[in-house]
């Protein structure tokens, strides 16, 4: 399986779940074409497609 990650997009007034899959030199080879509302179906989206979710660290801006 490929890594991938999980990210949320805006949505309206909200925000929903995509996982894309990077290469090695950051750039975005797949993304999902669909959102999801809920991170467990992201999650099985994305392995269903032969990826595997992982964790991501937080970036600074995200945890002050």
């Given at each position: 399986?490929?890594?991938?990650?999980?990210?949320?997009?805006?949505?309206?007034?909200?925000?929903?779940?995509?996982?894309?899959?990077?290469?090695?030199?950051?750039?975005?080879?797949?993304?999902?074409?669909?959102s999801?509302?809920?991170?467990?179906e992201?999650f099985?989206?994305?392995?269903?497609?032969?990826?595997?979710?992982?964790?991501?660290?937080?970036?600074?801006?995200?945890?002050?």
């Open positions: 399986m490929k890594a991938c990650e999980i990210l949320h997009v805006p949505c309206k007034k909200t925000y929903r779940w995509k996982w894309r899959h990077t290469g090695t030199d950051g750039r975005t080879l797949v993304e999902s074409d669909q999801y509302a809920l991170y467990y992201c099985s989206a994305a392995r269903e497609a032969g990826d595997e979710p992982r964790r991501q660290a937080a970036t600074p801006a995200e945890h002050p």
